[in-house]
């Protein structure tokens, strides 16, 4: 459960970025989460609310955008989405990640 | 409590039992928002950023304080039980005269671990963490004030016991190691992939119970391999000291602070 926690290092991004731009109010926070990056979206949108009581964000919007977790056969050169084995579908060989630890802050919209 | 967890309001961190300072809170009570904002509505603002840059900033200076002072760091990550403290007590046995360990522990409560590593013949310094389920890269920093950097070439974090949280916070090391015992199920790692596929060292523990176990270590080690093809295996027994001059010997290679110490 270190959604919690996430979700309080998105809050703290957000509201820096939203001073600096004299903004008094958080609309929306968007977010890239990869769906290997350790992270559970439910668990993250529960935070959310709690972690954004009593500051600018309350009430905002939480706009996540899901990254399938993909590889690249090392031999074949394949991509292939994975499950949890990073192992191609094609050939059978290993492969590397090419995404699915994102775990980005993309954007806020403020007034 | 702020950076961690936050389910607990009262929860502390404690360093050797002394509170830590931690981060602000978010309280925006004090802002007037009563003034008019016309012009402003609706303005998007790009920030694409890591969401744990600050941590990853604070790891990244870890690292170099650590580099600075030539010490080689490992972060351990396992689940509780998997005997994390009784392999450092045996490598530090084994190892600690000729090559100066200093181990941080990560609990959520007590300093029962710190004190074995003591009475193994270590410097420790325990975190508590008290409500939170991972040791971050600010409560290192901390604890790094505490350790005798001097008389120290391998730092090891012994992270709270989770398979889980502590996986995604970078803390400062150079390995990230994994530790599962075979008690716990050879699809352990097919079970909790996050971990392993960050980690660059396996280290499956307690490998001597394997005649009185379901558990096949070839199915274990090529679960392992499908999961990440990289990870770097040892199969150990702290119990035994079965497989740990491998592993300790591989480690000296990793780094050129560690082979001049010897």
């Not at chain 2, 609706?42 to 969401?51: A, K, T």
Request: net charge negative; glycine share 6%; hydrophobic share 40%.
């Amino acid at each position: 459960m270190h959604e919690v926690s996430i979700m309080m290092s998105i809050l703290d991004l957000a509201i820096e970025q939203a001073r600096e731009n004299s903004a008094e109010k958080i609309q929306n926070i968007s977010l890239e989460v990869g769906m290997k990056s350790g992270v559970v979206i439910d668990a993250l949108e529960f935070a959310f609310e709690v972690v954004t009581k009593n500051s600018m964000a309350e009430g905002a919007t939480l706009i996540i955008d899901s990254i399938p977790y993909r590889g690249e056969c090392v031999v074949c050169g394949h991509q292939f989405v994975c499950d949890d084995f990073l192992v191609c579908d094609k050939c059978g060989n290993f492969g590397k990640i090419i995404s699915g630890q994102e775990l980005r802050i993309k954007s806020i919209e403020v007034d | 409590m702020c950076l961690d967890c936050g389910c607990s309001e009262t929860g502390e961190v404690k360093i050797d039992g002394q509170k830590m300072e931690l981060y602000h809170h978010h309280d925006d009570t004090h802002h007037d928002h009563s003034h008019h904002t016309e012009g402003k509505s609706g303005r998007e603002i790009s920030i694409q950023r890591d969401i744990l840059s600050k941590n990853n900033e604070l790891a990244q200076h870890n690292r170099e304080h650590l580099q600075v002072h030539n010490i080689f760091c490992m972060n351990w990550i396992s689940a509780p039980g998997s005997g994390k403290t009784a392999l450092l007590e045996r490598i530090i046995q084994d190892y600690g005269s000729k090559l100066p360990i200093s181990v941080i522990e990560g609990d959520q409560q007590t300093d029962n671990d710190a004190q074995r590593i003591v009475k193994a013949g270590a410097d420790a310094v325990q975190i508590n963490t008290g409500a939170a389920c991972h040791l971050d890269a600010n409560m290192i920093h901390h604890a790094l004030h505490r350790i005798n950097l001097q008389q120290t070439r391998l730092l090891v974090i012994e992270n709270v016991g989770n398979m889980v949280c502590p996986t995604a916070y970078d803390l400062g090391e150079n390995l990230k190691v994994a530790i599962i015992s075979a008690p716990e199920g050879e699809d352990k790692p097919a079970k909790y992939p996050d971990l392993l596929l960050t980690a660059n060292v396996l280290l499956i523990n307690k490998v001597d119970l394997i005649p009185y176990l379901d558990f096949s270590l070839e199915n274990c080690i090529a679960l392992s391999n499908k999961v990440n093809p990289r990870i770097q295996i040892f199969p150990v027994s702290a119990k035994t000291g079965e497989g740990i001059p491998a592993f300790y010997d591989w480690l000296i290679s990793q780094s050129v602070y560690l082979g001049s110490s010897t």
